[in-house]
C-alpha cells in the first residue's frame, strides 16, 4: 500500500484551435494516507475525471506534484471507470487475467469464485448483466493487487439494490486486500456509506472545499438511517456544500475537518 500527496497548482484543457482552454483545476491540494478509502464528491464538470487520469499517469500535463511512497517503476494502480471496459472477444476469465503478467489463471480464478463469478468464467460480457459486467471490472482492478485503486463513479446508472451489494463487494475486497483507494461519486449517501474521508471539490476549475471524516461505525449501507442522518445533518450545517461548492464560507472556517459522528 502507499500514501499518495496530491498538488495540482493548474491543469488546463487541451488547447483548441491552437488557443489554451479553460482551467480544469486550480489550487487543489491533500492527502491520502496509505491503507484509507476516501471518497472525492463534486459537482459535474469540477475536473474529478481528469484528477483521476493525472493521479493515474494518463495525463501529465500539468503544473503541480503528484506524490506516491512508492518509486515509479514499483507502482500498481488499479482502475475501474463508469462503464466496465471488458473486452468483449475475451471471455470474464480471459478479461481478469489480460492484466496478470503470469501465464497461470489460479488468481483470477480465485478472485472471480470470491466474486460469485465462479460460475460465469466461460461467458462473455454481453451475456452477463450489467451488475455482472461490473463486477468482472472490479475483479479485474482487484487483481494485480494495487497499491492504489481508482475508482470513477463505477456503480452510477445501476438500480439501488444492485449498486449497494457492488459496494459491499468492494468494502469486501477491500477488507481482504487493504489498498488506498480513491473513489469519486456525485452521491453523498454513497460517500458517507463507504469513505473513510470524504474531499468535496468546488465547482471547476476544481479546488478542494472541504475534508472531513467518517466516523460513523461499518458496516455501512446507503440506505441506513445513520447515513441519512449524517447528510442531512452535513447539509443542514453546510447548505452550499453540493449545490456550488465555490463560496468564501465552504473553503475555509473551524468545522473544515470537523468528524460526521
Request: charged share 25%; with cysteine.
Amino acid at each position: 500500500m502507499n500514501g499518495l500527496d496530491i498538488n495540482v497548482r493548474r491543469k488546463i484543457y487541451a488547447a483548441r484551435n491552437g488557443s489554451p482552454g479553460p482551467a480544469a483545476l486550480s489550487g487543489l491540494e491533500f492527502h491520502i494516507p496509505e491503507g484509507q478509502l476516501v471518497c472525492l464528491v463534486g459537482p459535474s464538470g469540477c475536473g474529478k475525471t481528469t484528477l483521476l487520469n493525472l493521479i493515474g499517469g494518463l495525463d501529465s500535463d500539468f503544473d503541480g506534484e503528484i506524490a506516491f511512497d512508492a518509486a515509479p517503476a514499483d507502482r500498481r494502480i488499479g482502475y475501474m471507470f463508469q462503464t466496465p471496459r471488458l473486452m468483449p472477444w475475451l471471455t470474464v476469465l480471459d478479461n481478469v487475467r489480460l492484466v496478470l503478467d503470469d501465464e497461470t489463471d489460479a488468481a483470477a480464478r480465485r478472485l472471480l469464485v470470491e466474486m460469485e463469478l465462479g460460475d460465469v468464467l466461460d461467458a462473455y460480457p454481453s451475456q452477463l448483466s450489467g451488475g455482472m459486467q461490473r463486477r468482472v471490472a472490479l475483479a479485474r482492478a482487484f487483481a494485480i493487487e494495487p497499491q492504489l485503486l481508482l475508482l470513477d463513479e463505477p456503480f452510477v446508472s445501476l438500480d439501488a439494490p444492485i449498486a449497494d451489494r457492488l459496494r459491499t463487494a468492494l468494502l469486501d475486497l477491500w477488507k481482504s486486500r487493504p489498498t488506498t483507494v480513491l473513489f469519486v461519486t456525485h452521491d453523498l449517501r454513497e460517500a458517507l456509506c463507504l469513505a473513510d474521508r470524504i474531499v468535496f471539490l468546488s465547482a471547476g476549475p476544481g479546488r478542494v472545499v472541504h475534508e472531513m471524516p467518517v466516523l460513523l461505525p461499518r458496516p455501512r449501507h446507503a440506505d441506513d438511517a445513520a447515513v441519512e442522518a449524517a447528510r442531512r445533518r452535513l447539509l443542514a450545517e453546510r447548505p452550499g456544500l453540493l449545490a456550488g461548492l465555490d463560496t468564501a464560507a465552504d473553503s475555509a472556517g473551524p468545522d473544515r475537518h470537523r468528524a460526521v459522528p
